[in-house]
Each structure stands twice: as C-alpha cells, then as structure tokens.
C-alpha cells in the first residue's frame, strides 16, 4: 500500500476518535506520535503526514509544551469526515489536468462571442433588478413556454416555474411534495445515486434495470407496492451516465403502467436538445394525458451552467405550491440570469445557438470513438450515444476501479468511477468528450489503456 494511502487511513481513523471523543473535546492531547505509529505498524513519517492533513482541515494544531491537541471537534470535523458516497471524487485542482469527468461543454464548444452579444442586446432595456414574480421573470416563463411548445410539448406560462438550475428543482420537489419514507425509482446507474438530496429527506432509492430501449418497465413492475408512496424518476434522452435514449414504444409503456398505479413520474430531460443524429422521442411530459409528470429543463448542458437557469413544467396548483417554497427558499433566481435567458429563448436565438453547439459537439463524439477504438477495444465495452456527451465504458478486467482512478489522477486524468451512480460495486466509468478536447481525449484514453493493463496483470 502507498505511503499517501496509509496516511490518508490513519487520518481517517484519528478522526473517528476525534469524533467519538475518545481523548476528550477540544484543548485535550491526543496520542504521540510514537504510539500511533506503533498502533498501526508504520513509520513514524507516515503519522506526520496524516497529522499535516487534520492541521489543514483546523482539527488539531502543534500546542509549545503540550503536543499536538484537538483544536475543532465541531464544524471543522464534520466538514472533513468522509461520505457514504461523494458526488465528485477529490482531485487536485492545478493546471495540466486531462479532465474526462465534467458534465458539461468546453467553452471551445460554443460560438466565439456568443454570451456578450446578448448582453449587449440587453444594454438599456435594464431599469431595475428587484425580486420577480414568485414563479419567475414572466417573460422568461413566455419564453421557456413557447420555447417547450415549439418542441412538441405543449405548456403554458403558469405552468412553469424558473428555478435556479435543475438540481434546486429536483430539491424543491424531493422537500415540498414528497413524504419522508417514500421510494423513489430510478434507473440503475443514475445521477441521482450520485446526490444526496432525497436520501437526506428520509427517503429510499430503488434501482430499475435498464435495456437498450431504457428503463426496463417489468422491473418498474415488479418492484413497486401498492399503498406505498412512491415517484419515478428518470433521465430518458442520453441517459446520465449510459447516454442511453429510452425509447418512444418504452416510454409509452412507462406511462401507461405509471398512470394506471397512479406513480407520478420527475422527467429530468436537461440533456434532450443535445442530440446529434436525429431528434429524440417526444418527451413523457408531451404524451401525460393525467398530469402525472414534473418535467425539468434546464439550459446549463447547453448554454452555460453559470447562468443557473432550469424550470419546472407541471400542473398549476402543483407549480403554484413549489413556487410558494422557493419564495420561501431564496426570494427567486436571479433577475439579471433570467433576463439574459429570456433573450436568448426570444426570437430563435437559442435554437440558432444549438445547431452549432452539435455540429462542435458531433465532431467530438467522432473522434472521442476513434480514439476508444485505437486504445481500449478488446479491454472494454461501450456504447456511442447519439446525443449528450457520456459514454459509459464497461471494463472486461477484474480490477480495482478505486486504484485505477488514483493511478489516473496521478497522472492528471478525472473521470468518474461507476459506484457512484448505483448502490453495488461497478466495473464500469464514466467518461465525457464534452469537454476536454480531442487531442486531450486521445492522451487521456491512451495513458489509461497503460494503467488498465498493468492492474489487470
């Protein structure tokens, strides 16, 4: 085991007794550093490196005198201890970094000029910024409904609410409709296994298989009760993280069951304006006779994730009680982002924006392929999405996905481990050519075919 790994352990488990208040609370001394290191049978450089770590989180600190003491057993410890799963996994933040795990587009990806010539559209038409209306910027709502219209789902302005980004919708809808103790379904992998914000409230996860058509509605079927609250939730144009695009026939057959058990259905559809081959299905929300699906949108994955921008489209009263508890949450998103996202759904623009974004995007997804196909064939599987920007890679070799992530931040490659979108053990990574460019995807691939093999030996 590597030096940097042990003390990482031994960091963790100082902690844990920290923690538990095994030598006292704050001010009190805690073990020399002879008797840790004899405690775990390791040198004592290794317990000065662990004992360097809790001094740069604030939880001790070197007392003249006295030794080392707990400086912060409160906040400080809480804010350093480790999770049951971490959205994103650490990794050094410096430059030269090959980064195949961000899920969102390189600016390269977009027309040069593009943001400030919208602002400067709206060069004096600004007189004021105060607090919108509870459901958003009418126009934006305007916009967003003619917007969703255009694209086959028909909706109204009152309809919808503007929420700052998707996630603060789905946080909304976990907080404010859903009872503590219910089950949430989802397909397996998914995002939302990478997130806390349902668990934190109390409620279960139950992953759904998945096919080539999406999720598999027989599993749906035979895991759900009846009398117990419940809600599906599900990414159904290029899958995060498989980039798999449910189906219409499997999304006409996940209506029907959802609608006859009365299940209601999030449909998280963020990534549905980025295809690249042809368009997708009409979305679950276009073909919901019953008012049974909460539909998000957002323009984060296609046009910038600083804006903040996403919505909820969903039946009035429904959308008139989650604004009421986003008043309560922030007073609104930002009127200058909601004034900037109006313009650009205005008049075309916006769709104008998106068919260059797939032309660049497309001509990433070609050569991200390509360079799959130099490195990994034989040592992995996947699948090439026809839209989004993930492709989920398979490993055919019994290893440790944990130490193939560490040798590959070692040498300045992210990606995204498959634990973290499913409950069990994966073999399986996640990796993006949204961002990094083509020349980086290629060195990023062939630097991991050389670690793949040699953990595979």
Known sequence: MKSKMKSDIVADWIKEQIKLG?????????PSQRVLADQFSVNRSTVVTALELLKKDGIIEGVMGKGTIIANDTWSLFASLPRSKDTQPSHPVETGIIDLSKGELAEDVFPDGYLND????LSGKIHSLGYEERGGYEPLREAVAGYMTRQ????????????????????????????????VFLEEPSYLYSIHTFQSLGMSLT???MDADGLVTADLQSKWRPNHPSALYTIPCFHNPTGIMMSESRR???LSFCAAHRLPIIEDD????????????PSLKSMDTNSNVLYIGSLSKTLSPGLRIGWVAGAEPVIERLANLKRQADYGTSS???????EWLEEGLYEHHLEYVRKELLKRRLEASASLERHLSGLADWRIPNGGFFIWLKLKQDISIKELYTEAVNEGILFHPGSIYTEGTSRSIRLSYGYAGPAQFEEGIRRLKKWIITLSK
């Open 22 to 30: 095994k030598w006292g609370s704050a001010g009190a001394k805690i």
């Open 118 to 121: 919208v602002l400067a559209r």
């Open 152 to 183: 086959g789902t028909p909706v109204t302005p009152s309809s919808i609410l503007i929420v700052s980004g998707a996630m603060q919708g789905l946080q909304l809808i976990a907080s404010g409709l859903m009872e503590r103790g219910a089950s």
């Open 207 to 209: 992953g759904i298989e």
């Open 252 to 254: 006409k057959e996940v």
């Open 270 to 281: 963020v990534y549905r304006e980025l295809w690249l081959d042809s368009p997708p299905p």
């Open 336 to 342: 200058l982002s909601q004034r900037v996202a109006s």
